[in-house]
């Protein structure tokens, strides 16, 4: 079965840039999103077709993709962007597997 | 706005079943692809299902296919989640989630608040 693998948790000083990465083998072919989750609450997309923005997302939030690898970058990170990070994508099979990567729990502190 | 509410959760007993039903609003529902994506208690999101949008096309994950099955009613704007055999691992909270992008390989992008369904004998 078709895998995404993050780092289970980022920490960060408030103002400093945080990464969190997402790898997977499909990614050169398929796209990748990010999810926020905040404690309690409903995922939010963060994050659409590897770096656009969603209206209301700040820009500080941006991703990228290279290869196998796709990164969301937080810079100047504040307290309000502690949360728990997914990514997700599909796989390049006919099913159009999809899947969401473990999470990143990022601390802000 | 986008707005959707799922509802239909309950505690049931394994092998019970159960029917999730998410109403949606604020958009045009009919040319839009939905998902039920659901989480474990502390643990990560797991995609579960999706449907297109005129509910032609069903695609499901390795874990739930025989057991589950969605639909849809684009005259109720709702989508359907039926849950049968259930397992004490489904215990989650089940989210719908409308689809952007492409209509056959589209994305959650906005998200419900979750029905909680547990299972327990």
């Known amino acids: 079965s078709y895998e995404l693998t993050q780092p289970p948790s980022v920490s960060v000083s408030p103002g400093q840039t945080a990464r969190i990465t997402c790898s997977g083998d499909?990614?050169?072919?398929?796209?990748v999103y990010w999810y926020r989750q905040r404690s309690g609450q409903a995922p939010v997309l963060v994050i659409f077709e590897d770096y656009k923005r969603p209206s209301g997302i700040p820009e500080r939030l941006s991703g990228s993709a290279s290869g196998t690898m796709a990164t969301l970058t937080i810079s100047g990170a504040q307290v309000e962007d502690e949360a728990v990070y997914y990514c997700y994508s599909t796989d390049t099979s006919d099913n159009h597997r999809r899947v969401f990567g473990g999470g990143t729990k990022l601390t802000v502190l | 706005q986008v707005h959707l509410v799922e509802s239909g959760g309950a505690v049931v007993q394994p092998g019970g079943s159960l029917r999730l039903s998410c109403v949606a609003s604020g958009f045009t529902f009919s040319p839009y692809g939905m998902h039920w994506v659901r989480q474990a208690p502390g643990k990560g999101l797991e995609w579960v299902a999706f449907?297109?949008?005129?509910?032609?096309?069903?695609q499901y994950a390795d874990s739930v296919k025989g057991r589950f099955a969605i639909s849809r009613d684009n005259s109720k704007k709702t989508v359907y989640l039926e849950i049968n055999s259930l397992r004490l691992e489904d215990t989650a909270m089940y989210y719908c989630a409308k689809s952007g992008g492409d209509s056959l390989t589209g994305y959650p992008d906005y998200w419900g608040q979750g029905t909680l369904v547990t299972v327990s004998s």
């Open positions: 449907i297109r949008d005129d509910g032609s096309n069903e």
């Open positions: 499909a990614l050169p072919k398929k796209y």
